[in-house]
């Protein structure tokens, strides 16, 4: 017999409600003391520590834990467990120092899926599916914490649906960007190494200048990649890092540039792939230089499953939620990896206009969410997990 979800948003929410103090707290000890992907030693034992039930280590550093119905598939929900290489500059005083920092909101999102997790866990199996809260490792990093688990223990638990909820100084206070379709964009990494011959800078005719091909290679990158792509598509590259030679008066053997490539449309990832190495042939030979390219594949775009994003979309103002604008962006995201094994879906829970939260990008030394984001990210975690027990079970 199907389980009914009549009242179980509610129940989930006034469970989470009394779950924040202890999460806020939570939070507070995990943004002081961040870690960097892939040695989420720490961060695991303090999560794991609050959880109702024993969590299990997988992919690493990262923690699954169970609660609820045992029979039939789960809904996965996933926080990221990592920080990142920055200094923190915010000045709060649960601040991170050393040089890592969550400045991307790991540390909301994982308090938040704890009271969650908690609140659920009380239900047991009034529950219509068992919640696996996920921990995952190495979302900032590669290799990807997501991609080892969707190709592990996720995998193998065959989940119904994979949700989650990420804050964004970007969106408005109050509302949560949930759409169908892609919304964060696929991100591939290129390394570009030009081979010139060296010489003396007072004698250029003697040697070929990598300097020159490569600083001719980013501009012919950047005027051509507009061109092989519609324009009402997203697609993005940029060119973030050139080095090369060691004098201002020597023509150096190579020079080197790093590259990200993003698309929301798989079609489109193939053409920048296939326009960078084009591009830097031909520039190159045109040089008299040669050009090696070295691409290391990441995350596909994330498409956000049309029933889940509808069946939640329709519970959000129970969880005193308003559905933002239609919001997309050429970020990505490693969550993007579970796609290839459930259906899945993003919200992006918004800061703009929160008391007390000082506007800043994602990543920057002075973000810093408010305690109320904890509150705000777990209520989007539970629709978002309704929604896809709804659209899992076709329970009502």
């Known amino acids: 017999m199907q389980r009914s979800t009549d009242g179980l948003l509610g129940l989930l929410l006034a469970g989470v409600e009394r779950e924040l103090p202890r999460a806020v707290e939570l939070r507070h000890l995990l943004h002081a003391h961040p870690e960097l992907a892939h040695a989420e030693e720490r961060t695991a034992t303090a999560v794991s520590a609050q959880l109702p039930v024993e969590a299990v280590a997988v992919a690493g550093t990262g923690r699954l834990a169970h609660v609820g119905p045992r029979a039939g598939p789960a809904v996965a929900v996933r926080a990221e467990l990592d920080g990142l290489p920055v200094q923190e500059r915010t000045g709060a005083s649960f601040s991170a120092s050393g040089g890592v920092m969550h400045a991307c909101g790991h540390d909301v999102h994982m308090a938040a899926l704890v009271a969650l997790a908690r609140s659920a866990h009380e239900l047991g199996d009034a529950l219509p599916a068992g919640l696996l809260a996920v921990f ?15 190709h592990g ?23 949560v960007a949930l759409d169908a379709g892609p919304v964060n964009a696929s991100c591939d990494y290129v390394e570009i190494t030009v081979e010139g011959e060296p010489s003396h800078g007072a004698y250029p005719h003697r040697g070929r200048d990598p300097i020159l091909a490569i600083a001719q290679l980013v501009v012919a990158l950047h005027a051509e990649a507009p061109r092989r792509i519609d324009p009402v598509h997203p697609a993005v ?19 080197r540039a790093l590259a990200a490539l993003r698309a929301h449309r798989p079609e489109d990832r193939l053409v920048l792939r296939r326009l960078v190495e084009e591009v830097s042939s031909g520039v190159a030979s ?11 594949p990441g995350e596909p775009a994330l498409e956000n499953d049309p029933a889940i994003v509808a069946a939640a979309r329709e519970l959000l103002s129970e969880a005193e939620l308003i559905a933002a604008p239609e919001w997309r962006s050429c970020g990505s995201d490693d969550f993007a990896f579970f796609g290839e094994i459930s259906p899945i879906a993003m919200a992006f829970v918004g800061l703009d206009g929160a008391e007390r939260f000082q506007t800043r990008p994602l990543h920057h030394p002075e973000l810093l ?4 984001a904890v509150g705000a990210v777990a209520r989007a975690q539970a629709v978002l997990y309704v929604a896809a027990a709804l659209s899992a079970t076709g329970s009502t």
């Open 136 to 150: 995952q490792p190495s979302e900032e990093a590669y290799p990807s914490g997501a991609e080892q688990l969707a």
């Open 153 to 175: 223990e996720l995998a193998g638990a065959r989940p119904a649906a994979i949700v989650a909820a990420h804050i964004h100084p970007e969106v408005r206070w109050g509302t």
């Open 237 to 255: 590259l940029t060119v973030g890092v050139l080095e090369g030679g060691d004098a201002g008066n020597v023509i150096p053997p190579r020079a």
């Open 286 to 296: 045109a040089h008299g230089c040669s050009a090696i390219v070295e691409l290391v």
């Open 369 to 372: 969410a408010p305690d109320s």
